[in-house]
């Protein structure tokens, strides 16, 4: 569904990804885990449009989607859940669930999306009129979530979306993608919380200094996991 | 009792012509952090166009210059601001002052420096006796249509699908288009809205004085500018409140100081805007989300 292929992205001369290469299939779940720094967000962010890349290919349902505008890139169906949220604080929640709904051009009703949000997101049910930024850490999570959901992508990919969060609300939020990857939802899930991330994903991608140096059904990685600490955490 | 009357619906008329003012420029800062200047060449290009319409059947007239005007604002986003877009606050800015400047050089190579006069608006000019209290057309129609065009605003950008899309690029930009907001599109509807504003203050503005020449914007989007920055940046509500304050308290001066006084009314206006800023840095209505993110 989603192949990346030789993927470079630099920041003037700094190269934060080199010749990435990996693929997510039709309602697979793949973590890609790696230390700070390791350019995981540069990975996500490129693949949904917000940068070019210096080479490499991204396809997605087999359309290259390399040098797409972002707003069309979600169009397509693939949606990102960006690093630190970014729910629109002073729009109200029911407002931040429209704009996905609206991303969704026409593949969901309004009804679809109180249905999603009381069967997945109940928090957020009383919470329609609230300003967003009124939201407790763990709600806006699962807001920025419920958000790109209401506009019923084929494919999800969520940036560290434990980040930050309070060790319950940790353990809501994987819950949810586990649901959502039971529901057919293919899903990239990018984390620093590795042992987490991939005992969770059908396969992982271990990502360090902007290369990929890994990869594995969950079995293979969470076997010699103890071993492989040192390349999860590089080092520190 | 009747001057009192009068006096208010001076106050509110002057108001309303800076809230619409305001608006044009707080629009355009919301979405995308620009503090265009060259708003005032919009309201000089449809004073010209009022000019060179002249002849034409009035109220046909109004509204072919008010098309030109979104018609520049569209060209202005596409020709001189599309190609920054990606560029920091202080290359927009520099970007809209050397546009303001390159506007008024062209109008005074068509029609020289000196003022043109017109007629347009000479229709409002009359005034009229309601109950013994004798207030100007122009005033009536003004305060009607710029609280009209206010409502209708705020109702687009509260209620609708497309105001609620210009809210979140304002919060967010890069967010909005994740979130599938056509970016340029977006920009397109905010220089749009910010165009129509611009024609129809820019008539009234005509009417008003009656004559139009290259620096005709310049005090005007001054005034905006300020209503802006006192209304809290990029807040819509704040830019409304704070048009219509220095409206009304351009009045009060008027009224209130000592007659060798009055020629200095604008200074005792920015004093009173100064004071409002020491006490309130972020304005009436701050925009503590965005401030967050600047
Ligand atoms: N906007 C940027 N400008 C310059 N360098 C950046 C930018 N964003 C990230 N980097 C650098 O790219 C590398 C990868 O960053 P990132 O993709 O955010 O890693 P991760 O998400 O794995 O923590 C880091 O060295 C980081 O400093
Ligand atoms: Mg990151």
């Known amino acids: 569904m989603l192949e990346v292929d030789g993927l470079t992205v630099a920041y003037g001369r700094v190269e934060a990804l080199r010749e990435a290469t990996l693929s997510v299939g039709e309602g697979e779940l793949v973590a890609v885990v790696g230390p700070n720094g390791a350019g995981k967000s540069t990975l996500l962010n490129t693949v949904a449009g917000r940068h070019r890349p210096r080479a490499g290919a991204v396809a997605f349902d087999g359309r290259d989607i390399v040098g797409a505008a972002p707003e069309r890139i979600v169009g397509f169906g693939l949606a990102l859940v960006p690093e630190g949220r970014h729910i629109f604080e002073t729009l109200s929640v029911a407002e931040n669930l429209r704009l996905g709904r609206m991303a969704g051009r026409g593949r969901t009703s309004a009804e679809d999306v109180r249905e999603l949000v009381a069967r997945r997101f109940p928090v957020l049910e009383r919470y329609a009129d609230t300003p967003a930024g009124r939201l407790s850490g763990g709600e806006q999570q699962q807001l920025a979530i419920a958000r790109a959901m209401a506009a019923k992508p084929r494919m999800l990919m969520l940036d560290e979306p434990s980040l930050g969060l309070a060790p319950l609300m940790v353990d809501a939020v994987f819950e949810l993608v586990v649901q959502l990857h039971a529901e057919g939802t293919s899903i990239l899930l990018v984390e620093q919380n590795a042992r987490r991330a991939v005992s969770l994903a059908d396969r992982s991608y271990v990502l360090r200094s902007g290369r990929i140096v890994r990869e594995g059904r969950r079995e293979e990685l969470l076997e010699d996991f103890e071993q492989m600490t040192s390349a999860y955490m590089g080092g520190g | ?294």
Do not use: C, H
């Open chain 2, 1 to 294: 009792m009747e001057d009192a009357i009068q006096l208010l619906v001076d106050a509110v008329s002057v108001g309303a012509q800076y809230a619409l003012l305001a608006l044009g420029i707080a629009l355009l800062f919301g979405i995308m952090n620009l503090i265009n200047f060259a708003y005032g060449e919009l309201l000089m290009i449809g004073g010209y166009a009022l000019v060179v319409l002249a002849g034409m059947w009035a109220p046909l007239m109004v509204l072919v210059s008010i098309a030109i005007v979104v018609v520049a604002a569209l060209l202005m986003d596409r020709i001189a601001f599309k190609p920054v877009r990606r560029a920091d606050a202080t290359t927009l800015l520099v970007t809209s002052f050397a546009l303001s400047y390159l506007l008024q050089n062209v109008a005074i190579m068509i029609f020289g420096s000196l003022p043109e006069t017109t007629g347009a608006g000479s229709g409002l000019a009359r005034s009229i006796d309601i109950a013994g209290v004798v207030v100007s057309r122009l005033d009536l129609v003004l305060i009607a249509v710029a609280g009209a065009l206010i409502v209708a605003l705020v109702l687009i950008v509260k209620r609708t699908a497309l105001g609620i899309q210009m809210r979140a690029a304002a919060e967010d930009f890069e967010m909005a288009r994740l979130i599938g907001v056509n970016a340029d599109r977006i920009i397109a509807v905010g220089f749009a809205m910010s165009g129509l504003l611009a024609g129809v203050a820019g008539y009234f503005l005509v009417a008003q004085t009656g004559s139009v020449s290259p620096t005709f914007g310049v005090s005007a989007v001054l005034i905006a500018f300020i209503a802006t920055i006192v209304g809290g940046l990029g807040s819509l509500r704040g830019a409304v409140l704070a048009g219509f304050a220095l409206g009304f308290i351009t009045i009060a001066f008027q009224e209130l100081l000592p007659a060798g006084l009055v020629p200095y009314r604008d200074a005792f206006v920015f004093a009173v805007v100064l004071l409002t800023l020491v006490l309130r840095p972020q304005g009436l209505i701050p925009q503590t989300a965005r401030a967050a993110r600047v």
